[in-house]
């Protein structure tokens, strides 16, 4: 394991396979895809950033890297991915074995470059925030969301830009830089959905002048004055008064609600108007939409279901029987809101708290394909909303070191095609030899466009390998080395553009006495995490696909590949340290939210995917099989098996289920807590017991993004049910199995994983 956490280390890459199966017949039958997890703004804080332009193969336009073969007398550098013969320009001329660039030296296989702008009209660009609030709250609600918005707005920094839309059954568009008099509003209707050229003609974008006939669509450089623009967006600094009031006022729609209806919510006109107003004034520069949600769309484009409250909205069971009437009209509205904004280079944040679902399984595509954060809560009083919107615009080491404008490119040794990638992205349509006909997520392209990313963001590209047999390699000059380069071209927080370069080599192997060294470079953790995202967009994208029996296939297979056996003998299996724990990551992948949709709403379900598909490898291993540690006075905090055996009257369980925190005392260790005991100065030994896993949490909740949901609770307590259900049940009434003295039984008819792995052996060998 220590061996792949530094390879995160050095590049901010995973790989299930570090040792890469290197024909089409060898990686067919290694089950689990070659595939690879980036973080491409991974901080490395011992870096350097190179203050100039990289240099590029002429041929195929890869970036000089420590893999490149260097002709130190000649002045020639070849390159790894074509072998074309690449000449220095004149001021390498000085380059030697003792002195190299920096982005030679065999450690920068990832660096970073800030090349000085091309001239002065580039500007930096200040980061741009255009809330969408919906108004349709109830009073109290309107009252967290109004504190939260105004504590948010003293963090923006004082030259970041503010926008500001209310939406309901009508959309208004707030003129914060006003002169004089009183604030101006735009109203739309939102029942239908309204074009670009109608929001800019009805905000007077072009009042004075012709509009520009086609091409883009406006910003300054269309011709749009300053002061049209710094009419909606104005610096934090000077709006801070109007927006103020704005908030106090915010006040329900004035429309009331029938007590048996919904409230008319357009957020799809809302979010759309808000792109319009984004691509007219800042095209083409790092900017976001901030929505916050507090019910369901029932009003126009986007609508997921009807003002009658009688008509319940869409389950999974609906969607599974495609009787949902809306879905898939939304889903066809943020695809084209999506497009949009991608294209205008623009991200959607959603913000949604309700008891209700608000639409996040239709809104998905347009926050996923921006690179948007997005954050599920009960309500704008919950921490989990509050404190994860401070965080947006913290500043320091909790940062979430936000970019925008991001493009990300892949080349690869030309064995290698790119399937594509799942994570919060969008594909930039550049075709070519790199691309595999066979697609997964946003394939066909060897481009993509990050509208979003912070410094967590994490890409899972999947490969596919074409060589056709390893004797076809005899008698030529090729490498066993496959190479593989990352690009990504992005705008820093600071308004710079940068461009981080990860240039990655791994042996490929095939053919007999291939099986040692697949196993030696396999990485289990980077194995479950891809499979988790491919099982998660499996089950949006085929239909009739069956989870489970494609899980329990793979496994059966990677077992009878990789494990030691003999035939029709299961007390014969073993598999190496390598594989050993992959099992067990299966069995808890079987069980979690991201396949048991039925547990949750369509809502609950896009947003755990959501978050998968962003995270990177050790967090996502949390969300598969979450982490449970034991306090006791018997021995230090140690980490226990996931299991109902774990439960004792004198332990302190800390669960991290990633999404949830729970702290969940034992019967004896409730009984003192609430006797006081930890107030007595002759128990102090029992009030750091109770204190210890406090402190764990307070450092996981700092570092994480959402903020976890935090549940304190005691054995017997209603509340326990956030830890049992997270359970191996090995001990459950049905097996009759023995208790340990103060534990707890489980009602389930889940199979244990005592089970679960005996039926394995057995279909292994067969
Ligand atoms: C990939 O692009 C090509 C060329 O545009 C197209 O013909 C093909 O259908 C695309 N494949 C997929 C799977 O989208
Ligand atoms: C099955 O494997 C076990 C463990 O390797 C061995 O002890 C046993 O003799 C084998 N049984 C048969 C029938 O070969
Ligand atoms: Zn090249």
């Not at 909740?701 to 209603?718: A, N, W, Y």
């Amino acid at each position: 394991m220590a061996e792949f956490l530094e390879l995160e280390t050095q590049d901010g890459v995973r790989m299930p396979f570090n040792v890469i199966p290197g024909t089409k017949q060898e990686s067919s039958t290694a089950v689990i895809p070659v595939s690879l997890l980036y973080t491409p703004l991974k901080p490395f804080p011992d870096h350097p950033i190179l203050p100039y332009s990289p240099l590029r193969c002429r041929s195929c336009r890869s970036i000089l890297n420590p893999f490149s073969v260097i002709d130190f007398s000649a002045k020639i550098w070849i390159c790894p991915f074509d072998y074309t013969r690449n000449h220095f320009p004149q001021h390498y001329a000085s380059i030697s074995d003792d002195n190299l660039p920096a982005e030679l030296f065999p450690q920068y296989t990832t660096i970073e470059y800030e090349p000085p702008p091309e001239s002065h009209a580039q500007n930096l660009t200040p980061p741009v925030y255009l809330f969408v609030v919906d108004n349709c709250l109830i009073e109290e609600e309107i009252g967290y969301l109004k504190s939260a918005l105004l504590q948010a707005l003293d963090l923006v920094p004082d030259e970041g830009l503010i926008g500001f839309i209310t939406f309901g059954s009508f959309v208004q568009v707030h003129e914060l830089g006003f002169s004089g008099g009183i604030p101006k509003s735009y109203v739309f209707k939102g029942s239908k959905e309204i074009s670009k050229d109608k929001v800019m003609e009805q905000l007077s974008f072009f009042d004075r002048k012709p509009k520009p006939g086609s091409g883009v669509v406006a910003g300054v450089r269309d011709g749009l004055s300053p002061e049209s623009i710094a009419r909606f967006l104005l610096p934090a600094s000077e709006c801070e008064f109007t927006l103020n009031s704005l908030l106090e006022e915010l006040q329900k729609d004035p429309w009331g609600v029938p007590t048996d209806q919904r409230a008319s919510r357009c957020t799809g006109t809302a979010l759309s108007i808000a792109a319009h107003v984004l691509g007219a004034c800042v095209p083409g520069s790092g900017a976001r939409i901030m929505a916050f949600v507090g019910g369901p769309s029932t009003e126009g484009p986007g609508a997921i279901v009807s003002k009658d409250l009688s008509e319940p909205i869409r389950s999974h069971k609906d969607l599974d029987k495609d009787s949902a009437p809306y879905y898939h009209k939304a889903v066809k509205f943020y695809e084209g809101l999506s497009k949009q904004l991608v294209h205008q280079g623009h991200i959607l944040d959603l913000f949604a708290c309700a008891l209700d679902q608000v639409g996040l399984a239709e809104l998905k595509v347009a926050v996923e394909r921006t690179g948007g954060l997005v954050v599920l809560a009960e309500s704008f009083g919950h921490s989990v909303f509050k404190e994860s919107l401070k965080r947006v615009f913290q500043a320091g080491e909790y940062d979430l070191g936000p970019a925008s404008n991001g493009i990300f490119e892949v080349s690869c040794s030309k064995d290698m095609k790119i399937q594509g990638i799942l994570g919060p992205c969008a594909s930039l349509e550049k075709k070519g030899l790199l691309c595999s006909e066979t697609v997964i997520g946003q394939g066909n392209t060897s481009a993509w466009k990050l509208c979003g990313l912070d410094k967590a963001t994490t890409l899972c590209i999947y490969f596919d390998i074409t060589k056709k047999e390893s004797s076809d390699a005899i008698g030529e000059a090729t490498s066993d080395q496959f190479y593989l380069q990352f690009l990504t071209y992005y705008q820093h927080n600071s308004g710079r553009m940068r461009l981080r370069i990860t240039t990655l080599s791994r042996r490929w192997i095939a053919g007999p006495g291939s099986t040692q060294e697949l196993i030696a470079g396999f990485d289990q953790e980077a194995a479950a995490v891809t499979m988790a995202r491919l099982v998660s967009f499996k089950m949006e994208n085929e239909v009739e696909f069956d989870p489970i029996r494609w899980l329990d296939r793979s496994l059966i297979r990677l077992c009878s590949r990789f494990g030691d056996y003999q035939k029709e003998n299961s007390s014969s299996f073993s598999l190496s340290p390598r594989f050993s724990i992959f099992p067990q990551f299966i069995f808890h992948l079987r069980r979690s939210q991201f396949v048991q949709v039925f547990n949750n709403s369509p809502d609950e379900t896009a947003y755990f995917r959501m978050i998968l598909n962003r995270e990177n490898v050790a967090n996502s291993v949390v969300m598969i099989q979450p982490s449970l540690i034991s306090y006791s006075f018997q021995s230090s905090p140690e980490p226990v098996l996931l299991d109902v055996a774990a439960v004792a009257g004198d332990r302190i369980l800390l669960l991290d289920s990633y999404f949830t925190i729970v702290i969940f005392h034992g019967a004896t260790i409730a009984q003192w807590r609430k006797a006081g005991y930890h107030d007595l100065p002759e128990h102090a030994a029992f009030a750091q017991l109770l204190q210890a896993p406090k402190d764990v949490t307070d450092a996981l909740m700092k570092e994480r993004f959402p903020v976890p949901r935090l549940v304190i609770c005691d054995q017997h307590g209603s509340q326990a049910r956030f830890l049992l259900a997270k359970l191996n049940p090995s001990a459950t009434y049905n097996s009759g199995a023995s208790m340990a003295p103060g534990g707890d039984l489980i009602f389930t008819d889940d199979v244990s994983f005592e089970v679960f792995l005996d039926h394995l052996q057995r279909l292994t060998v067969q």
